[in-house]
């Protein structure tokens, strides 16, 4: 087990060609590794994205208002100067 994940490690770093010899583990059911950390990582990414997002879209409101409230006192300013 141990050669056959040095192997597989090896070919995913362009190390090494993927083993051409009939001595690996045949394909069952079981978890695989691999997959699963890819899953793993995807659902992290997803949900920290979500919070991403949220944080976004709060700073977006926020520099909206401001925005409105400095056009706002500009106009104040410049209405008081003219009269």
Avoid: C, W
Avoid at 28 to 36: E, G, R
């Amino acid at each position: 087990m141990a050669e056959q994940l040095t192997q597989y490690i090896n070919h995913r770093l362009g190390r090494s060609q993927p083993p051409t010899t009939n001595d690996q583990l045949p394909i069952t059911n079981s978890l695989d590794i691999f997959n699963f950390r890819n899953e793993v990582i995807g659902d992290y990414r997803r949900y920290i994205e979500s919070f991403l997002r949220l944080i976004v879209n709060r700073i977006l409101f926020i520099m909206r208002k401001r925005s409105q409230f400095s056009a706002m006192v500009l106009l104040m300013t410049i209405q008081i100067s003219a009269h």
